[in-house]
């Protein structure tokens, strides 16, 4: 992804959202980290304590810093947030 913020996905096989979700990734060449809940439950523990539910995808936006990387972004869902996921993946092409 870009220089300021790094993308980590959280999905399941699933979910069509999810699946939207990497097909346009892929289709913009935009870098990320995958993470697959579906019967891991320490990720989906992760994904949780990051959005506050366990509903996919959850895009997780962090920036890097000297001390390590923070969460700058989240957001439940693509299609009801791709307006402004899409806004931070241009800001950070």
Do not use: W
Not at 72 to 87: K, L, Q, S, T, W
């Amino acid at each position: 992804m870009g220089k300021k913020l790094e993308l980590v996905l959280y999905t399941r096989p699933t979910c069509s959202d999810c699946q939207d979700a990497k097909a346009y990734l892929a289709e913009h060449g935009i870098p990320y980290e995958h993470k697959n809940v579906e019967g891991q439950p320490g990720l989906e523990e992760e994904m949780k304590a990051i959005s506050g539910a366990k509903i996919v995808p959850v895009f997780a936006f962090y920036k890097k810093g000297l001390f390590g990387k923070k969460l700058a972004h989240e957001f439940i869902g693509f299609e009801r947030n791709r307006d402004e996921i899409v806004r931070l993946l241009d800001e950070n092409a």
